[in-house]
């Protein structure tokens, strides 16, 4: 009978003792995406603690400290995006899991270990990408194609850059030209690209992937004087209007409309965006910073927000979550929840021609008329071009607030 008593003090004991949960080791990681049985998409992130860590893509730098543990699962959540990473951590801490983004029903498998290299290379460059590439995305499908305009810069195997196209850009590219193969690739928390290519120093010819969802064929040329298409041009109010009207819900419930007295003789930017839009975030954090240094000035932002999350509370959740982590102090309505179609989006806005991008930019004077329209938005990833973007919309609206 002692004996037995022991035995159950111990096991007591050791059960009041339960296992110590593992958490991420500090240092540097190659994650990977299966795009599919042959494809992987990979990226790379630095562990700092065990709640921060950092996502590199090329010259950006993403700060990461919504990262939680359970047992010996880690789930980590990027800044102000809806998607998050979700694996298991074994002793030699490796994670096997998901990335996952619950409204859009999307899953990649996600594993990442201790490694500091993208891509490997085994081979040296036949060719130097350096420079702009006039390209095409779906060159044989009629309803999908569309133009970009390529701009890279090549180091020895190295590369960086993006696509620029007439809605946004690809992000922050990073990859490699290995022999006669190029590969690229970019994670912020919302999306997930790779670019593979096989490449000459004067064509293009490979396969754009979206997460494990999309994919489609590019062919591209060099092409040192191509430009795009203004950006100022593609959307516009249709004939016989030279204002726009609206009415949506701030997160408190009140229905704002530009009759509102707050943007009464004002210069007002009116943002067309969305919380899940990584183009959209990189131009909500230049404009707050600009309302900031000029809402004195006579001044108005207001942004509308046209969410695909299913019910109202999830969207103001999510803007909530965007105006609290970038200090955002203009209103941010609601549009449009359950879908970001931009023909439903323009159903809302039936004065203009059409809604091609998230972000659209309309420029409204202190007279309420519309003297411009910006779709889309190429961010820092770009480099020169969003340094002209810059020095251009400072021009305009500082020409406005003048007048």
């Given at each position: 009978?002692y004996?037995?008593?022991?035995v159950?003090?111990?096991a007591?004991?050791?059960s009041?003792?339960?296992?110590?949960?593992?958490?991420?080791?500090?240092?540097?990681?190659?994650?990977?995406?299966?795009?599919?049985?042959?494809?992987?998409l990979?990226?790379?992130?630095?562990?700092?603690?065990?709640?921060h860590?950092?996502?590199y893509?090329?010259?950006?730098?993403?700060?990461?400290?919504?990262?939680?543990?359970?047992?010996?699962?880690v789930?980590i959540?990027?800044?102000?995006?809806?998607?998050?990473?979700?694996?298991?951590?074994?002793?030699?801490?490796?994670?096997?899991?998901?990335?996952?983004?619950?409204?859009?029903?999307?899953v990649v498998?996600?594993?990442?270990?201790?490694?500091?290299?993208?891509?490997?290379?085994?081979?040296?460059?036949?060719?130097?990408?350096?420079?702009?590439?006039?390209?095409i995305?779906?060159?044989e499908?009629?309803?999908?194609?569309?133009?970009?305009?390529?701009?890279?810069?090549?180091?020895?195997?190295?590369?960086t850059?993006?696509?620029?196209?007439?809605?946004g850009d690809?992000?922050?590219l990073?990859?490699v030209?290995?022999?006669?193969?190029?590969?690229?690739?970019?994670?912020?928390?919302a999306?997930?690209?790779?670019?593979?290519?096989?490449?000459?120093?004067?064509?293009?010819?490979?396969?754009?992937?979206?997460?494990?969802?999309?994919?489609?064929?590019f062919i591209?040329?060099?092409?040192?004087?191509?430009?795009?298409?203004?950006?100022?041009?593609?959307?516009?109010?249709?004939?016989?209007?030279?204002?726009?009207?609206?009415?949506?819900?701030?997160?408190?419930?009140?229905?704002?409309?530009?009759e509102?007295?707050r943007?009464?003789?004002?210069?007002?930017?009116?943002?067309?965006?969305?919380?899940?839009?990584?183009?959209?975030?990189?131009?909500?954090?230049?404009?707050?910073e600009?309302?900031?240094?000029?809402?004195?000035k006579?001044?108005?932002?207001?942004?509308?927000?046209?969410?695909?999350v299913?019910?109202?509370?999830?969207?103001?959740?999510?803007?909530?979550?965007?105006?609290?982590?970038?200090?955002?102090?203009?209103?941010?309505?609601?549009?449009?929840?359950?879908?970001?179609?931009?023909?439903?989006?323009?159903?809302?806005?039936?004065?203009?021609?059409?809604?091609l991008s998230?972000?659209?930019?309309i420029?409204?004077?202190?007279?309420?008329?519309?003297?411009?329209?910006?779709?889309?938005?190429?961010?820092?990833?770009?480099?020169?071009?969003?340094?002209?973007?810059?020095?251009?919309?400072k021009t305009?609206?500082?020409?406005?607030?003048?007048?």
């Amino acid at each position: 009978m002692y004996k037995l008593i022991l035995v159950l003090l111990i096991a007591l004991c050791f059960s009041c003792n339960p296992k110590k949960d593992i958490t991420l080791e500090k240092g540097s990681y190659r994650a990977e995406l299966q795009i599919n049985d042959s494809v992987v998409l990979p990226f790379t992130f630095k562990v700092l603690n065990a709640t921060h860590l950092e996502i590199y893509n090329a010259e950006e730098v993403i700060k990461v400290d919504e990262i939680t543990y359970k047992q010996d699962s880690v789930f980590i959540k990027t800044p102000v995006f809806q998607g998050y990473l979700v694996a298991k951590l074994n002793s030699k801490n490796a994670l096997v899991g998901n990335f996952i983004k619950t409204d859009l029903n999307r899953v990649v498998p996600f594993t990442a270990f201790k490694e500091e290299t993208r891509f490997t290379t085994n081979k040296n460059p036949e060719s130097i990408i350096s420079g702009n590439w006039e390209t095409i995305f779906s060159p044989e499908n009629k309803e999908d194609k569309y133009i970009a305009k390529g701009s890279f810069k090549q180091t020895g195997n190295k590369v960086t850059g993006t696509f620029l196209t007439t809605t946004g850009d690809y992000r922050y590219l990073e990859g490699v030209v290995d022999g006669d193969q190029m590969k690229l690739s970019t994670f912020d928390g919302a999306h997930a690209f790779l670019f593979t290519a096989r490449v000459t120093d004067s064509t293009m010819i490979g396969t754009f992937y979206s997460g494990n969802h999309w994919k489609e064929p590019f062919i591209a040329t060099r092409n040192d004087t191509y430009e795009l298409p203004d950006a100022n041009s593609l959307t516009f109010l249709k004939e016989g209007y030279d204002k726009i009207a609206f009415s949506f819900p701030d997160g408190a419930g009140n229905m704002v409309s530009l009759e509102d007295t707050r943007f009464k003789d004002k210069v007002v930017l009116v943002q067309i965006m969305g919380t899940w839009c990584p183009n959209c975030l990189d131009e909500t954090k230049y404009f707050s910073e600009y309302y900031k240094a000029n809402k004195e000035k006579g001044l108005e932002i207001v942004a509308l927000a046209f969410e695909y999350v299913r019910t109202n509370d999830d969207a103001f959740k999510n803007i909530n979550r965007l105006k609290k982590r970038i200090g955002i102090e203009y209103p941010i309505l609601l549009a449009q929840t359950g879908s970001s179609s931009k023909a439903e989006a323009q159903q809302k806005l039936p004065m203009l021609n059409h809604v091609l991008s998230y972000p659209t930019t309309i420029f409204i004077d202190k007279t309420g008329k519309v003297r411009k329209i910006h779709t889309g938005f190429n961010g820092p990833a770009t480099g020169e071009k969003f340094i002209t973007f810059k020095t251009d919309f400072k021009t305009f609206v500082e020409g406005l607030l003048n007048e």
